[in-house]
């Protein structure tokens, strides 16, 4: 078994000279027994990943009983016409055409709804995403696909640690650390290491809960 990850930057992996930038799918590999092919890529949405052809490529490669993990929102809240889709239309005919794309090969696919965006008013977390993890809830429900929740799972996490302790878990920087960033950087959407391995480990877990890994 094999397990191909398609998302966005927040799942993608990250080269040495990116750091400190880890994706939670860059992770995930470390902490299971199974291997990650994580075909995550920075920028894409759920319908420009499907116009580049990365699913089509994962096609020739994805065999019965491997797992196709699904998780794409941030992308597709974007006013670029090229990236962005409507929650309960258009996103939802491209994550089915990732559900029917497993389910023909006999592979398995598993929806993810996002991780949150670190908003903070005060001490209280904002929402984030809309009604998109709402559409990916339903989707899943409508067509018996495996679901973690891990936009509700990261929102909790999030909520339980506070707002000073969970940003070191973005990509929240200091000047003068990183080659990448010399003048720091305040993101609350991206994960440093930290941040990922939390992601990680609840995908990790939710996966061994469901029986699939």
Known sequence: MKIYICGDSTAASYSQEEAPMVGWGQVLGEIIDVPVENRA???????????????????????????????????????????????????????????????????????LTPICVRSWEGDVLQESHGVYPDAVRHLALER???????????????????????????????????????????????????GAEAWAGIVAEKLKALGLI
């Open 41 to 111: 890529m920075a920028g894409r949405s759920s319908k420009s990943y499907l116009a580049e052809g990365r699913l089509q490529k994962i096609e020739t490669e994805i065999e019965p009983g491997d797992l196709l993990l699904i998780q794409f929102t941030h992308n597709d809240t974007s006013d670029l016409v090229w990236r962005h889709t409507d929650p309960w239309t258009s996103f939802l005919h491209c994550l089915s055409i990732y559900v029917d794309t497993a389910r023909q090969n006999q592979a398995v696919p598993v929806l």
């Open 144 to 194: 018996n696909v495996p679901l973690i929740d891990l936009y509700q799972e990261s929102t909790q996490y999030l909520r339980k640690i506070g707002e000073e302790a969970s940003r070191k878990l973005y990509m929240n920087v200091e000047k003068g650390i990183y080659p990448r960033y010399p003048d720091g950087q305040t993101d609350n959407t991206h994960t440093q290491r930290a």
